[in-house]
């Protein structure tokens, strides 16, 4: 326990939410997917939420993202409150500052690998650093197969375009959506050390949605949702203590 008092570290946020509420339906139908989150994504640290399935684990990424609207509430990216955004300035803002890696790659079937890679930039009309192109691509082990179009490739395969999609603009910051759900453990693991590496190397803001103790404990620190809101925060976890404070959840 720490002292009441103790100064909160202050730590510029990359994204966060404040009084975030999430409804989907009415009255009695009404489903509380985030009932009040208050939350601050530190820049340059990789993030996890996690929490029981339907405990509102898309839905805040999903919100702070620009994906989907909250309620009620305010989301920000940086300092900008997204919420106040209208459509366009939503879509721009995605486009030129976040990342995005989802369980499913959401490759465009009949563009090679290099072209989905590169194609946020393409969309925004920019030029790729050559060098980080190069090294991000190196690093998830792409090199050969830039050319292969993604019905030609691995999932495993398929995974490495979309984090090499998400990490070489340089966003601000990647959300991740379960992003090894779909992936056998060692490709999965190959795809976290990376992810890892890009927040120790290159200073990478990241949030990863997940229900993996183990793809848990690459973050910083893991926050635990339960029925809408943060229930618990987690330091340096590792997958042991992470899976003891999820047992807590069952029965
Ligand atoms: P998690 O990612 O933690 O599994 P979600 O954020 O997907 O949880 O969902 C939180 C709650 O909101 C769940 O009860 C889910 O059924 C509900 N929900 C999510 N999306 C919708 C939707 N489009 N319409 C109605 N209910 C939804
Ligand atoms: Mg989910």
């Given at each position: 326990?720490?002292?009441?008092?103790?100064?909160?570290?202050?730590?510029?946020?990359?994204?966060?939410?404040v009084?975030?509420?999430?409804?989907?339906?009415?009255?009695?139908?009404?489903?509380?997917?985030l009932?009040?989150?208050?939350?601050?994504?530190?820049?340059?640290?990789?993030?996890?939420?996690?929490?029981?399935?339907?405990s509102?684990?898309?839905?805040?990424?999903?919100?702070?993202?620009?994906?989907?609207?909250?309620?009620?509430?305010?989301?920000?990216?940086?300092?900008?409150?997204?919420?106040?955004?209208?459509?366009?300035?939503?879509?721009?803002?995605?486009?030129?500052?976040?990342?995005?890696?989802f369980?499913?790659?959401?490759?465009?079937?009949?563009?090679?690998?290099?072209?989905?890679?590169?194609?946020?930039l393409?969309?925004?009309?920019?030029?790729?650093?050559?060098?980080?192109?190069?090294?991000?691509?190196?690093?998830?082990?792409?090199?050969?197969?830039?050319?292969?179009?993604?019905?030609?490739?691995?999932?495993?395969?398929?995974?490495?375009?979309?984090?090499?999609r998400?990490?070489?603009?340089?966003?601000?910051?990647?959300?991740?959506?379960?992003?090894?759900?779909?992936?056998?453990?060692?490709?999965?693991?190959?795809?976290?050390?990376?992810?890892?590496?890009?927040?120790?190397?290159?200073?990478?803001?990241?949030?990863?949605?997940?229900?993996?103790?183990?793809?848990?404990?690459?973050?910083?620190?893991?926050?635990?949702?339960?029925?809408?809101?943060?229930?618990?925060?987690?330091?340096?976890?590792?997958?042991?203590?992470?899976?003891?404070?999820?047992?807590?959840?069952?029965?």
């Amino acid at each position: 326990m720490s002292a009441p008092s103790a100064p909160t570290p202050i730590r510029a946020a990359a994204a966060g939410a404040v009084e975030a509420r999430k409804t989907y339906g009415k009255g009695e139908a009404a489903v509380h997917a985030l009932a009040g989150v208050s939350v601050a994504f530190p820049a340059h640290e990789f993030t996890a939420i996690m929490g029981p399935s339907g405990s509102g684990k898309s839905t805040l990424m999903q919100c702070v993202a620009g994906l989907d609207r909250l309620t009620s509430g305010q989301a920000f990216i940086g300092d900008v409150d997204i919420s106040r955004l209208d459509k366009n300035q939503l879509t721009l803002l995605r486009r030129d500052r976040l990342g995005f890696i989802f369980q499913q790659y959401n490759l465009i079937p009949s563009l090679s690998a290099r072209e989905n890679i590169l194609l946020p930039l393409t969309l925004a009309g920019t030029d790729p650093d050559p060098a980080w192109f190069d090294q991000v691509v190196h690093t998830v082990g792409l090199g050969d197969r830039l050319k292969n179009l993604p019905s030609q490739l691995s999932g495993g395969q398929q995974q490495r375009v979309a984090v090499a999609r998400a990490l070489v603009p340089r966003p601000d910051i990647v959300f991740a959506d379960e992003p090894t759900g779909a992936l056998d453990s060692r490709t999965g693991i190959e795809i976290l050390g990376f992810m890892r590496r890009a927040v120790d190397d290159t200073g990478q803001t990241i949030v990863m949605v997940t229900h993996d103790p183990h793809a848990a404990s690459y973050a910083n620190r893991v926050l635990f949702l339960a029925d809408g809101q943060i229930v618990d925060t987690m330091e340096a976890p590792t997958a042991d203590r992470v899976l003891d404070r999820m047992k807590r959840f069952e029965g």
